[in-house]
């Protein structure tokens, strides 16, 4: 990014010190990252174990440090400890989100840390917000198995997690709207504030339209596979080569449309499947009948005539294959980055424009420990 786009950063002069690890954490940062924050990640000696996970752990650190600098202390220690606490009063975030007790242990909680920095504004990601269960230990599959996501999401008495941290993520972004909204009231009343964000909670608020049909219609939701359809169309078709489509016409017009696209004018003038209501009763002999001329249609002429329609539509798509989606692509969405390695390699963007313009990369993924030199220098004059 060029030097006139990172001095309009909305968050430029804001600085942020981060004790973190996996990816609840990490993705608070980096979104404050991103937005122009300086963020100085305070790594363990030897480094942070997570950026040495194997297998469908290997990809979080690229994924979510980058913009950042690294610093290592040893806070395990009274040494480490005392330069923390330094570090943090230069600060005016905080980020962590180590196991419950364990920065209290080391005299880095929100108690201790206010009564000395009380415009600090320190973000706690946990596995729960206070209650009974705060104590215990959480993953993102836990508590997807607690809150309802993986029943709704696997087959009946068959519960299947997402497919990716979706609370992780999304627990990160509510710590960084907390700090924004926390700096807001900073302004207003010159005192800093505790935030915390959990991952049982933000689950059950992914959830919570499951739990509003169920006060609504007293019955139980069933799992998405198991769903009563709302419309008629809504489905994955194979097409000829084996290839999948996603398919749906949730109105009359759409119906019509989709009739006309595969020469069915038979389904489409059929007064039994005049209405939505209709086709949705009459849906599994529908469907099959569908997908019996779907199977016919080769996957890219089909998929063009779909959107020529305005037909909601979709290609079952693997992560691997998006780093050559023509939209992310053309739209800057995928950008280049050089690894704590010094290799190269491609890192998602922030899914936002901010006056027409995307958040990028600033500087490449830090080495372990890269910067302690220059912050401790500039910060502490040491």
């Not at 963020?39 to 997570?50: L, S």
């Not at 009974?132 to 068959?158: H, I």
């Not at 053309?330 to 390699?345: H, K, R, Y």
Request: include cysteine.
């Amino acid at each position: 990014m060029e030097t006139t786009e990172r001095s309009a950063l909305p968050l430029e002069g804001l600085r942020v010190i981060e004790f973190t690890h996996m990816v609840m954490g990490p993705t608070c940062g980096l979104i404050l990252a991103d937005l122009g924050a300086e963020v100085i990640r305070v790594e363990p000696p030897g480094g942070d174990k997570t950026r040495q996970l194997p297998g469908l752990g290997m990809g979080f650190f690229r994924s979510f440090n980058r913009n950042k600098k690294s610093i290592v202390l040893d806070i395990q220690t009274a040494e480490g400890q005392a330069t923390a606490r330094d570090l943090i009063g230069q600060c005016d975030v905080l980020l962590e989100n180590f196991r419950p007790g364990l920065m209290a242990r080391f005299g880095l909680d929100y108690a201790s840390l206010s009564a000395l920095h009380p415009r600090l504004i320190y973000v706690s990601h946990k596995g729960f917000l206070p209650g009974p269960y705060e104590q215990r230990t959480a993953l993102d599959e836990v508590v997807q198995m607690m809150a309802g996501l993986s029943y709704m999401t696997g087959p009946p008495g068959r519960p299947l997690r997402a497919g990716t941290s979706v609370n992780d993520i999304a627990g990160g972004m509510f710590g960084a709207i907390g700090v924004l909204a926390a700096l807001h009231e900073r302004e207003r009343t010159g005192r800093g504030q505790e935030i915390q964000s959990a991952l049982f909670e933000n689950c059950v608020f992914l959830v919570q339209q499951h739990m509003q049909q169920y006060l609504m219609t007293g019955e139980p939701p069933p799992p998405m596979p198991a769903r009563a359809a709302a419309w008629s169309v809504y489905d994955i078709f194979t097409v000829a080569g084996d290839e999948q489509l996603f398919i749906a016409a949730t109105s009359d017009k759409q119906f019509q449309a989709l009739c006309r696209v595969i020469g069915r004018p038979d389904l489409a003038e059929d007064p039994a499947l005049a209405s939505n209501a209709l086709r949705v009763a009459a849906r599994p002999h529908m469907l099959a009948q569908l997908a019996e001329t779907l199977a016919t249609f080769r996957s890219d002429p089909l998929a063009e005539a779909l959107e020529k329609e305005g037909l909601p539509y979709a290609r079952i798509m693997r992560p691997d294959q998006l780093f050559d989606d023509p939209h992310l692509i053309a739209n800057g969405s995928l950008a280049d980055i050089t690894t704590d390695e010094g290799s190269a390699t491609q890192v998602v963007l922030l899914p936002v424009l901010m006056g027409g313009r995307r958040p990028g990369v600033r500087f490449p993924l830090a080495k372990v420990g890269e910067h302690t030199q220059q912050v401790l220098s500039e910060l502490l004059g040491r």
